[in-house]
């Protein structure tokens, strides 16, 4: 009897622990995926800054068609990223509800490959604010008249 209940007892410690490992788990994985929804909202709005830039170069009269393809294929990797960061969210919900818990190593290489994903659109679009600087720099002049259409709409 004595048996039973050190077994009975064990079983509820190790069940208490696996419930209060999965919540961890789950705020672990809440917590990162507000930070790569974060992310994901901040390179849209580098992209919309990005696209109000563009427009005003071209405006100015600047040829930014490199930069415009440019900013077509950043477009293709964000939306793609986006997908790879709900796939690798889906993969660790998935995980967690079918076995209980997941594996440190797993939920690392499916965090690892959404964050590689994110960094590959940021760099994408840092590619595009490259090609805008090379356009202006030549070019002051375009700098200056986009500098005081600026300050005009600012106003």
């Given at each position: 009897?004595?048996?039973?209940?050190?077994?009975?007892?064990?079983?509820?410690?190790?069940?208490?622990?696996?419930?209060?490992?999965?919540?961890?788990?789950?705020?672990?994985?809440?917590?990162?995926?507000h930070r790569f929804d974060?992310?994901?909202?901040?390179?849209?709005?580098?992209?919309?800054?990005?696209?109000?830039?563009?427009?005003?170069?071209?405006?100015?009269?600047?040829?930014?068609?490199?930069?415009?393809?440019?900013?077509?294929?950043?477009?293709?990797?964000?939306?793609?990223?986006?997908?790879?960061?709900?796939?690798?969210?889906?993969?660790?919900?998935?995980?967690?509800?079918?076995?209980?818990?997941?594996?440190?190593?797993?939920?690392?290489?499916?965090?690892?490959?959404?964050?590689?994903?994110?960094?590959?659109?940021?760099?994408?679009?840092?590619?595009?604010?490259?090609?805008?600087?090379d356009v202006v720099a030549?070019?002051?002049?375009?700098?200056?008249?986009?500098?005081?259409?600026?300050?005009?709409?600012?106003?």
């Open positions: 009897k004595l048996k039973a209940n050190i077994a009975a007892k064990q079983a509820e410690v190790k069940k208490q622990l696996n419930t209060q490992a999965r919540s961890t788990v789950m705020k672990h994985v809440g917590n990162i995926t974060t992310i994901l909202n901040n390179i849209s709005n580098l992209r919309t800054r990005i696209e109000s830039r563009i427009a005003k170069l071209e405006a100015a009269g600047a040829d930014v068609s490199a930069s415009i393809e440019l900013l077509t294929a950043a477009d293709a990797q964000l939306a793609l990223t986006k997908t790879d960061v709900a796939t690798a969210e889906t993969k660790i919900q998935n995980e967690i509800s079918s076995t209980g818990t997941v594996s440190n190593l797993d939920l690392r290489a499916i965090i690892e490959e959404a964050a590689k994903s994110i960094k590959t659109a940021h760099a994408s679009y840092v590619a595009v604010i490259k090609s805008l600087k030549p070019n002051q002049s375009i700098l200056e008249n986009l500098d005081a259409t600026t300050t005009e709409n600012a106003s």
